[in-house]
């Protein structure tokens, strides 16, 4: 069956404009103190805001545990080979460049950015070298699912999409998993007897930048930072395909980046940026954006002095001018001399990726926990739990309504197209300014019900399903719908690199929205749709894959304001958003609409299941 279009051209551009005006409007709105004591109460609330929106602690008597698994001598310094615990069962992979010398030396930790090896690789590692020839201590380390961390050792992947967003349904973020895996490389440098414990930098590049910066946000002991071509502003990151590590789910809800960059405030901070960076969210001029609100801090705090930005006439990296302007940066604050402007590298050689391994290729060890363990060891302990008494189901309810947080959206007009090949064409508007794309099939066989189905891929995605040949087949009414950012009405910018929808889900998780609610709600628009226009004496809901979780959420939402709706049906949909055993799990096949903060730890699928069935809403799986 090949379904017809029901306009003659998609509707494009309208996602990103929405999303976009009110992440702008959301800038405008986040403007900080001008005084000190106006900022001083601001800072805790805002840190205590951060640490709820990452979903992590940090505890600095959880033992280091620091094991060295060889030492490599260079010319001037040596590398040692090491791993650390950061919270309890996850360890850290990493770099120490130590200066020969009895010290104490300065320390500088250093985090990389989206390269395929992590620390390993040459960009990253210079640092190091560079550093470790200058007198400083270095800490180079692996981002949780990077470099040695990756899923496979050895095998290089991107953690930014579907792997790291994972950890949201368990309460977590990967974004404060980082922080505390850099806060705990901090407390290992102060421990060190060569290292001076008040004199502690920060730097790297592209996300490692954005580590760097929220590094120095949440932990006072780092003294002096030089984030790179990484500091934009929060509104830029909506509807960019930037990294989940990145991501700080509702975080334009309460802060622009300038108040993560105040928390920086009485201590050194230098941005540098690009000027031929290709990413319009790292552009020079959102970084100034960002530096003009956040002075205003620095210099409440009498410290105008020690806030500053460089802009390099270079593409997006942590090049060789860059490098020489860290050391003249590091050697003002943290050594206390010079004036801070660059200076020349001594030359260095970089290793072979292989010899600064911490373990030989593909004998890592068990105990380095990767994020897919991680989230199937914490999904089987949610999932082993009881299931909670459910006389009363209102609570959860809300509670899930809460989790999801659709934007508004209410019927508001209809418009019929021409029909086409037994399928009458409608679009049907709503009051936020949404247009859904509709096909409709009557009842055959004196049916009175109508079946609304969706696919994550749009109306197209049914064509071939089970789930859409059983609907024709009982002969009730059948309507096919493309949801928000699907079909006929495409997200913008999505990147085929990515898991589906991950610029549409990531931006809209800024927003304190998802996804998910989304589409929940294009259903419930439909199902009022179908009552009033249609003459639909009962609905049923229904879709594939991910689109069959909005479809029981929608009919849970349903309950108390349109009770025509009586039953749900689905095809392929997961019995659970955390990862299973298998090479694949589940969650590699899922879009990024299923990663929904906080859905775990609420119940996951199970909990739906159980609530249609409180509720008396029917419940039924079709297969091939």
Not at 514 to 543: C, K, P
């Amino acid at each position: 069956m090949t379904l017809p279009r029901v306009w003659s051209e998609p509707l494009t551009g309208q996602i990103s404009g929405q999303l976009r005006a009110e992440a702008e409007r959301l800038f405008l709105a986040h403007q900080l103190p001008k005084s000190k004591d106006d900022w001083l109460k601001r800072r805790e609330e805002l840190r205590y805001q951060l640490w709820e929106a990452m979903g992590v602690n940090y505890d600095s008597t959880i033992p280091l545990d620091v094991q060295v698994t060889k030492a490599i001598p260079c010319d001037g310094y040596k590398i040692l080979c090491l791993h650390y615990q950061s919270r309890p069962g996850i360890r850290v992979t990493g770099n120490l460049y130590v200066p020969d010398g009895k010290g104490p030396f300065p320390a500088v930790i250093n985090v990389h950015g989206h390269w395929a090896q992590g620390r390993l690789a040459e960009r990253v590692q210079s640092r190091g070298h560079s550093l470790a020839k200058n007198g400083y201590v270095c800490l180079s380390v692996d981002a949780w699912g990077s470099g040695e961390r990756c899923t496979e050792h050895g095998v290089y992947t991107y953690h930014g999409s579907a792997i790291g967003g994972s950890l949201l349904p368990l309460g977590e973020t990967l974004l404060g998993a980082q922080v505390v895996d850099n806060m705990r490389g901090v407390q290992l440098l102060t421990e060190l007897p060569y290292v001076l414990a008040d004199k502690i930098g920060a730097t790297g590049a592209s996300g490692g930048g954005n580590q760097t910066m929220w590094l120095t946000a949440m932990d006072d002991r780092v003294q002096a930072a030089m984030p790179v071509v990484s500091v934009g502003s929060f509104a830029s990151y909506v509807m960019r395909s930037n990294c989940i590590c990145e991501l700080l789910p509702r975080g334009l809800t309460f802060t622009e980046e300038s108040g993560v960059l105040a928390l920086a405030a009485p201590r050194a901070l230098k941005i540098c940026n690009c000027l031929k960076d290709s990413n319009p969210t790292f552009y020079v001029s959102e970084m100034l954006r960002s530096f003009v609100e956040a002075r205003k801090v620095f210099q409440a705090l009498d410290a105008d002095d020690k806030f500053s930005y460089q802009a390099f006439n270079l593409p997006h990296g942590f090049w060789p001018e860059v490098r020489e302007a860290m050391l003249g940066f590091f050697d003002l604050h943290l050594k206390g001399i010079g004036h801070g402007q660059p200076r020349r590298e001594v030359p260095f050689t970089c290793l072979p990726e292989e010899e600064v391994m911490v373990f030989p290729k593909g004998e890592r060890p068990e105990t380095i926990t990767t994020i897919v363990d991680y989230c199937r060891q914490q999904g089987k302990l949610i999932q082993a739990e009881p299931m909670p008494d459910l006389d009363d189901v209102d609570d959860v309810r809300y509670d899930l309504f809460a989790i999801l947080n659709p934007t508004e959206q209410e019927f508001d007009n209809a418009w019929r197209h021409d029909d086409e090949d037994g399928w009458q064409r409608w679009s049907v508007s709503t009051s936020g300014g949404r247009l859904i794309p509709v096909l409709y099939r009557p009842p055959t066989n004196n049916g009175t019900a109508v079946v609304i189905l969706s696919s994550p891929t749009g109306k197209n995605g049914l064509e071939n399903t089970t789930l859409l040949s059983t609907a024709l087949a009982e002969g009730n009414g059948v309507l096919l719908f493309d949801a928000w950012g699907t079909g006929e009405a495409p997200s913008d910018n999505e990147s085929s690199s990515h898991t589906p929808f991950h610029t549409l889900s990531r931006g809209l998780l800024w927003l304190g929205k998802t996804l998910m609610g989304e589409w929940s709600q294009d259903f419930h628009v439909l199902a009022y749709f179908a009552v009033t226009y249609l003459n639909a004496r009962n609905v049923i809901l229904g879709g594939t894959g991910d689109m069959a979780i909005a479809a029981c959420c929608a009919a849970i939402f349903c309950f108390d304001t349109l009770s025509q709706v009586t039953d749900v049906m689905v095809e392929d949909m997961p019995d659970t958003l955390t990862w299973q055993d298998g090479p694949d799990g589940t969650v590699a096949k899922r879009t990024m609409a299923a990663f929904v903060p906080d859905l775990v730890v609420w119940g996951d699928i199970r909990m739906l299941e159980t609530i249609l069935d409180k509720i008396d809403t029917g419940f039924r799986e079709v297969t091939a």
